[in-house]
């Protein structure tokens, strides 16, 4: 079979029109292709702690709306720093996800050595929620009602009472050590394995109280099983607002914040941390999700990429700041 030479280019430009304008909808059509399978997201803390309380809401949703599973791997220890090296070494194939939080940027300035590196390792991708820190104590084991009787008896009784945390270098910690500082009392740290573990041994009365996050707390306060005696900040939350905040009990500079965000293995393609934070977006500002972060006295900052970025680089200077203020040491 014979082709003249103009039915040739004519054929080679019908063919370089097509190649062309397919192009752009290839990235669009691979992108709009994930979740293929489901994805998997490290929750570095056993379950039932601050974290799941977001995490598994948020699990939920995103398969709602994706049809595609968001498994919740949880994984407890050293702070949340075990979980963390596990997410850092992760396949970054779009998907694989790490759900930190504040305890992650406090870390670095606590342990001598980590096997990965916050900012070299793992990427930001959306700030999931921030939620007030709340002193919380067991009724049947401190008897005060209210601050301004706590403070008396702590102050009269140094070392008479415990605190449970999440781990050595997390936020639960920290906060009991700048509670310390500031008040000038003295109480002994308790660490657990997750905030779970340690709420659970508060509940039961094996340790006497928390500085915790109020999103894994609430139900607990509401069910009675624990007394709120004050949440971190300069107003009251609108979740507990029989609850003072600290500037109202003459703590004005004790402003600690429980939060938590999402972050992929570097490498990560570009189009999968796009669609993962598009997908966590929708789900977070989705109205289950508002009923649920409402319900934990949560907000939802919605910071992505770069400002996340720049807020996880703030909070790195303010908690190694803080360690080095209180000498807080792993215990």
């Known amino acids: ?23 752009p909808l290839m990235p669009a059509l691979a992108q709009s292709a994930w979740p293929t399978k489901p994805v998997n997201m490290i929750v570095p803390f056993p379950a039932g702690g601050g974290t799941d309380a977001f995490a598994r809401p948020l699990s939920a949703i995103f398969s709602k709306q994706t049809g595609k599973q968001l498994i919740i791997d949880n994984r407890g220890g050293a702070g949340g720093t075990l ?13 694989n996800y790490f759900m930190g939080a504040v305890h992650h940027t406090i870390a670095p300035s606590m342990y001598p050595k980590l096997d990965y590196d ?3 390792d793992l990427v930001p991708l959306i700030f999931v929620a921030a939620v007030p820190q709340v ?32 781990g050595g270098g997390t936020s639960h910690h920290l906060a009991g050590e700048l509670f310390k500082l500031q008040t000038q009392t003295f109480i002994t740290h308790i660490p657990y394995r997750g905030a779970g573990p340690a709420l659970q041994d508060l509940i039961s009365g094996n340790v006497d109280m928390m500085f915790d996050g109020l999103g894994s707390s609430a139900a607990h306060i509401k069910g009675g099983r ?4 004050m949440v971190s900040g300069t107003k009251r939350n609108p979740a507990f607002p029989d609850v003072p905040c600290s500037s109202e009990v003459g703590l004005p500079d004790y402003t600690v914040s429980t939060w938590y965000g999402l972050w992929a293995p570097k490498g990560t393609p570009s189009e999968a941390q796009g669609r993962m934070i598009e997908e966590v977006r929708k789900a977070c ?10 319900a934990q006295g949560a907000d939802f900052p919605n910071l992505t990429g770069a400002q996340f970025d720049a807020f ?12 080095k203020a209180s000498g807080a040491k792993l215990d």
């Open 226 to 229: 624990i007394k709120a005696l």
């Open 83 to 95: 979980g963390a090296g596990i997410a850092a070494k992760a396949a970054p194939d779009g998907y």
């Open 285 to 294: 500002q989705s109205d289950d999700a508002k009923a649920v972060w409402a």
């Open 118 to 120: 916050l900012e070299r």
């Open 312 to 323: 996880i680089k703030t909070e790195l200077r303010k908690w190694s700041q803080v360690v």
């Open 1 to 23: 079979m014979q082709f003249s030479k103009d039915g040739i280019q004519r054929r080679s430009l019908l063919q370089w029109a097509a190649a062309t304008s397919a192009a």
């Open 135 to 166: 002193l919380v104590v067991n009724p049947k084991k401190v008897a005060a009602n209210n601050m301004k009787e706590f403070l008396d008896f702590v102050k009269k009784n140094p070392g008479r009472l415990n605190y449970g945390s999440a």
